[in-house]
């Protein structure tokens, strides 16, 4: 069962409806919230063992159309070096990357939106914005970054870190991501450089954290250890060469990587998991992105010690947390972020089981640049209108500041309530608000909405509020704008 914990004003929310709220994207029509503990944890096997609905032709079929999308583009560059360009294969070229990844976002969205997995729905979140790439780096990552979520992250974020470590860091599109360039000069060569920005997002972001104390030679040493890996133009695999240089340039953090030859990259990877540092960072990481802005210690320190006793395995890491009574605090104190507030509302409203599907099939023929998209009418709106389930997902998403797959930088989206608790944010949550209430919500009552969005977790004050409103369309948007549905 779930720990006990002092409700106080918060004593009538179900733990179930607090699980699948704070630990998933929320209630959705039909499907039962997770009884106890074990449940979420199930949630996680079976979303291991899942196939995503991403890349859509699967990750074989991807490399696959990724090699004949960059074998056409070479030709085509090197007939435009020879005095025989072919402007309009590049352009058709670049339109299907856009029309494919436009695909791939609507189905990661499907995937959150229908899938009974949620915790291992938020997780893959977390990874994916704790490994930040960005499929705005370069003409191939519109088609990489689907793929590197679905071959490094998802089967992997259940088991040892280090393995996860090691599937994110060498997948090309973070080597492409972070301009990874192999390096056969010295330690001060241009290229060297270039690779000290990916080894310190090595140290920083992905391990150690931003306030443990490395040396120059440290974040050096990385830096040529990192020079020895290459990606392939055209298949994109990555290859390893071990840095040449003396025993002092490959020391890092006290350890010696001069002798590991072919395998120092992987040695440094794995040192760098085991560190008690990248323990705290990481448990630090998954609290504030699930409990609060500023979680609990003890809450920390129990995971951290999950993460000890198992060699740092992510599923006892994460039992640790679900089973620490300080999780479990029924006040919401955490701002959900743009695509959790879109994927939860998308959820509430699927009765039948197939309204998203019905939006993202509309959505695949909408405009491809929201900045230059016309306002959609906000009366007689319907799903089966591209623009309007355009505006409904992808648009929505880039207006609130969180475009799938599309990080501002290798930190990821920030997070936090002073990130998304503004102005011109929940402005743009009420006008989403309001154009799904009138899409997908007819024939809904707002008291039966209640239950449907919020279960056991709707407040009285909220309930009286969607009761009084003057109009249907008012009370589904009072309840997705309630204080509510905006935390959890």
């Not at 992105?289 to 320190?301: N, Q, R, S, T, Y």
């Amino acid at each position: 069962m779930f720990p006990q914990v002092a409700k106080g004003d918060f004593m009538a929310v179900p733990t179930s409806i607090l699980a699948a709220r704070r630990f998933g994207y929320g209630l959705r029509p039909g499907e039962t919230p997770p009884a106890d503990v074990d449940g979420l944890m199930l949630q996680l096997r079976r979303g291991v063992a899942a196939k995503p609905r991403f890349p859509r032709e699967g990750v074989a079929g991807r490399r696959e159309t990724i090699g004949k999308m960059l074998t056409v583009r070479a030709v085509e560059a090197k007939a435009a070096v020879e005095g025989r360009p072919n402007p309009g294969l590049r352009q058709e070229m670049q339109a299907e990357v856009r029309r494919i990844f436009r695909r791939d976002a609507l189905a990661r969205m499907a995937q959150a939106v229908s899938s009974e997995n949620g915790f291992f729905e938020r997780l893959a979140s977390f990874w994916l914005d704790h490994f930040s790439v960005s499929a705005r780096k370069a003409y191939q990552m519109r088609m990489v970054v689907p793929l590197f979520e679905a071959e490094a992250l998802r089967p992997n974020l259940a088991g040892p870190f280090r393995t996860l470590l090691r599937a994110a860091v060498l997948h090309p599109a973070m080597l492409i991501y972070l301009d990874a360039e192999p390096v056969s000069a010295g330690a001060a060569s241009p290229l060297a450089a270039q690779n000290e920005r990916l080894a310190r997002e090595l140290l920083e972001l992905h391990t150690l954290g931003e306030d443990v104390a490395y040396g120059p030679g440290d974040l050096q040493a990385a830096a040529r250890i990192l020079g020895g890996l290459a990606v392939d133009s055209r298949s994109l695999d990555v290859s390893f060469r071990a840095a040449a240089g003396s025993a002092g340039d490959l020391a890092l953090l006290g350890r010696n990587y001069a002798d590991r030859a072919a395998s120092a990259h992987l040695a440094m990877l794995d040192d760098l998991a085991a560190r008690a540092d990248t323990a705290r960072h990481i448990c630090t990481k998954l609290a504030m992105h699930f409990i609060a802005d500023h979680p609990p210690e003890d809450l920390v320190a129990a995971m951290v010690a999950a993460w000890q006793d198992t060699d740092g395995r992510l599923d006892a890491v994460y039992r640790a947390m679900l089973e620490h009574p300080r999780a479990w605090d029924p006040a919401p104190g955490k701002v959900i972020a743009p695509f959790d507030f879109v994927i939860s509302g998308f959820r509430s409203f699927e009765r039948q089981g197939g309204e998203f599907s019905a939006v993202a099939r509309a959505a695949e023929e909408g405009n491809a640049d929201w900045r230059q998209a016309a306002p959609v009418a906000r009366r007689g709106a319907a799903v089966e209108q591209p623009d309007v389930a355009y505006a409904l997902t992808l648009e929505a998403l880039a207006r609130m500041g969180q475009p799938i797959w599309q990080p501002p930088s290798a930190a990821g989206f920030p997070d936090g309530e002073a990130v998304w608790l503004y102005a011109g944010q929940l402005r743009e949550r009420l006008a989403w608000a309001r154009l799904v209430a009138r899409t997908l919500g007819q024939g809904i009552a707002p008291s039966d909405y209640v239950e449907m969005a919020l279960g056991g977790a709707a407040r009285d004050a909220t309930r009286q509020l969607v009761a009084d409103a003057p109009s249907r369309v008012q009370g589904l948007t009072l309840v997705l704008a309630s204080p509510e549905f905006n935390r959890r």
